[in-house]
Nanobody, 139 residues
């Protein structure tokens, strides 16, 4: 069974740090890019960071650039999101996701994170989402 399981969330004060993990099972993560998304209460899900497969190039949205670092350990079939200098506006449920291979195309998770997906396919509906992990930043 193909699964992604997020963990590592918690409650921290502003300025604190957390490290989230995304453990893959049922498939080899090394063939896929991994994206991190978040959904705050009452808001739409948004991408924040991604890491490509093979070359490990990364992308960050402006909201987290310079504070978050995405990485991966393909031996452990796991990706990570190191979050530093956390702000109250980072409070959200965080999810990880991968590319979605379809019969005639692949939806790139990094394109979705960057807001540049041009496939016209509903990534958020087609994706297999885990339960996420809650991050709360509050004093």
């Amino acid at each position: 069974q193909v699964r992604l399981v997020e963990s590592g969330g918690g409650s921290v004060q502003p300025g604190g740090s957390l490290r989230l993990s995304c453990a893959a099972s049922g498939f080899d993560l090394d063939a896929y890019a991994v994206g991190w998304f978040r959904q705050a209460p009452g808001k739409e899900r948004e991408g924040v960071a991604c890491i490509y497969s093979r070359d490990n190039m990364t992308y960050y949205t402006n909201a987290v650039k310079g504070r978050f670092t995405v990485s991966r350990d393909d031996v452990k079939n796991t990706a990570y999101l190191q979050m530093n200098s956390l702000k109250p506006e980072d409070t959200a449920v965080y999810y990880c996701a991968t590319d979605i291979p379809l019969s005639t195309m692949t939806i790139s998770v990094c394109a979705v994170v960057a807001g540049e997906d041009a496939t016209g396919r509903p990534y958020y509906e087609l994706g297999s989402w885990g339960e996420g992990t809650l991050v709360t930043v509050s004093s």
